[in-house]
């Protein structure tokens, strides 16, 4: 089963917690818009996408079973 990262652009307020914790899944582009640069959870980013998923201070990362 693949697991899917998503973000609630709804709910992100750009302040870049989660690119300081990943920056090869997570680019805040100059304009403040947030890329997310690998949407797959692989055995690599699976740690530093959780902790994201717990410290985003907007909760706007999950992460989906597909
Ligand atoms: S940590 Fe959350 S609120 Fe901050 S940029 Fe990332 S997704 Fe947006």
């Known amino acids: 089963m693949t697991q899917k ?20 899944v997570f ?15 692989t055995p690599e980013n699976e ?3 959780r902790e994201s998923v717990r410290q985003c201070p907007r909760q706007a990362i999950s992460i989906v079973d597909e």
């Open 27 to 41: 680019d805040l582009d100059e304009q403040d818009y947030l890329h997310v640069l690998q949407d797959e959870v």
């Open 47 to 49: 740690h530093g996408v």
């Open 5 to 24: 990262i998503v973000v609630d652009f709804g709910l992100c307020e750009s302040n870049g917690v989660c690119m300081g914790i990943i920056p090869e």
